[in-house]
């Protein structure tokens, strides 16, 4: 599960939880993901950053939230954050800042113009769709991981 700080058309702050960004934005636009303080159904996730995309294992996420997960089944917030921390550590050792040329890195590298390697970067909504229906592989970050390469 991942967990996104959301606000409606009238910029009421909550939280929602979701398996996974397609799992957000197919809830959002069926009108199932509403706003609690006033029904708003216009809902945003509450991002500064623009869409973030790296060519990082999609498994590493998913294992970061399951180990903030206690028996329960509450998430311990602290644990989280420390995951988040780890995750974002390792796309960042893994894979090559490439910032806007996302897109473009990641086409040369699906049509073998450029050998493969792990990138992350930024697209925007419809040239991340485009690479999808493309078959390019790649992951969105429910938050910034959006730095250069330096150390
Ligand atoms: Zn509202």
């Given at each position: 599960m991942i967990v996104y700080n959301l606000a409606c058309d009238q910029h009421h702050p909550f939280e929602g939880w979701f398996s996974s960004p397609i799992d957000f934005e197919n809830q959002r636009d069926r009108g199932?993901?509403?706003?609690?303080?006033?029904?708003?159904?216009?809902v945003e996730r509450k991002?500064?950053?623009?869409r973030i995309n790296v060519g990082?294992?999609?498994a590493t996420k998913v294992e970061a939230v399951e180990s903030a997960t206690q028996p329960d089944g509450e998430i311990d917030h602290a644990k989280l954050a420390q995951a988040i921390s780890g995750f974002v550590k390792n796309v960042r050792e893994n894979t090559e800042y490439v910032g806007e040329k996302f897109a473009e890195e990641a086409r040369a590298m699906h049509y073998g113009e450029k050998p493969r390697k792990g990138i992350r970067g930024r697209a925007d909504k419809d040239t991340a769709r485009e690479l999808r229906d493309e078959g390019i592989e790649f992951q969105s970050l429910p938050f910034p991981v959006d730095f250069p390469n330096a150390h």
């Open positions: 199932l993901v509403e706003c609690p303080v006033c029904g708003s159904k216009q991002l500064h950053a623009p990082a294992a999609p």
